[in-house]
């Protein structure tokens, strides 16, 4: 993965205060998503024949990845460069939750507009940033397959300015095209949405949730299986902390728990 200078992370942590989301292009390896993609087909398959997806909206679905193969791939979720970036933004040490996909496919629809996650506090100004998403597809993602749409400095108002400025068009919708290898961090309170697949191909995009170092989510979590477990680095099991230790990967046939994810 490239180096970024300290001061080049400096400026995209201020891009990202101002904007709630920044996109670092071509920083992962293609060879290295392709792989993911191959891997990733036939599970994403067998989940929809099961019927254990989490389903986001007509044909469209969420699941989880195993912690294992490629997918426990130290040079994507270690990377260096996010991680100074969703340090400078969320803090110190913090602590990695969630590897999962959202995919639209063919007639997949837009998604109400929403945020992943209500404000930390009720009736007070909403506060710095606790909970990243970090997204990079595992396709070119064009504005046929069903860009991810996201308004730009709405993480920092509370839920209903908002919804208030956007219904007011004070903030307007961005579609973010992005080739394979792009990576976008961004903060899950700004309005976004999903919107239609329009092609015959799945449009997987991945999702790590990095969190700040204090905070619990009880609706994702990572297992850990004790083989991948013995072989990670200082930094993938400190990252990794709070996170379940298990004999296997979990059976493709359990269904996601997440639900709840629009607010
Ligand atoms: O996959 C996408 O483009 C957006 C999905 C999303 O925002 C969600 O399901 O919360």
């Given at each position: ?11 995209y942590a201020?891009q990202f205060e101002r904007d709630g989301m920044v996109v670092l ?57 996010i991680?100074?970036i969703v340090?400078?933004v969320a ?7 969630q590897?999962?996909?959202d ?11 929403h945020r992943d996650t ?11 940033s606790f909970q990243l998403a970090v997204n990079f597809p ?9 860009p991810f749409e996201t308004t730009l400095g709405t993480h920092r ?17 961005k579609?973010i095209?992005m080739?394979?290898?792009d990576v976008m961090i961004r903060d899950v309170r700004a309005l976004h949405r999903g ?10 995009m991945v999702v790590i949730g990095y969190s ?52």
């Amino acid at each position: 993965m490239p180096d970024i200078a300290a001061s080049e992370l400096d400026a995209y942590a201020a891009q990202f205060e101002r904007d709630g989301m920044v996109v670092l292009k071509r920083h992962f390896r293609a060879e290295t998503l392709q792989a993911w993609r191959a891997a990733f087909e036939p599970l994403l398959r067998g989940r929809i024949a099961a019927g254990t997806t989490a389903v986001r909206g007509d044909n469209r679905h969420y699941i989880t990845l195993p912690f294992a193969g490629v997918f426990a791939d130290e040079s994507i979720f270690c990377d260096p460069a996010i991680l100074g970036i969703v340090e400078r933004v969320a803090g110190e040490d913090p602590v990695m939750c969630q590897l999962a996909t959202d995919t639209p496919l063919d007639g997949s629809t837009y998604q109400d507009i929403h945020r992943d996650t209500p404000p930390l506090f009720d009736d007070q100004p909403e506060t710095p940033s606790f909970q990243l998403a970090v997204n990079f597809p595992l396709c070119d993602v064009t504005l046929e397959n069903g860009p991810f749409e996201t308004t730009l400095g709405t993480h920092r108002m509370r839920p209903d300015d908002a919804m208030t400025a956007w219904r007011e068009n004070r903030v307007e919708l961005k579609a973010i095209e992005m080739e394979l290898g792009d990576v976008m961090i961004r903060d899950v309170r700004a309005l976004h949405r999903g919107t239609p697949n329009r092609t015959d191909q799945p449009r997987p995009m991945v999702v790590i949730g990095y969190s700040r170092s204090w905070y619990y989510r009880p609706e994702v979590h990572i297992d850990v299986p004790a083989d991948v477990d013995a072989r990670l680095s200082a930094r993938a099991r400190r990252l990794l902390r709070s996170m379940p230790r298990v004999d296997s990967v979990q059976s493709p046939d359990a269904p996601e728990a997440y639900r709840k994810f629009a607010y």
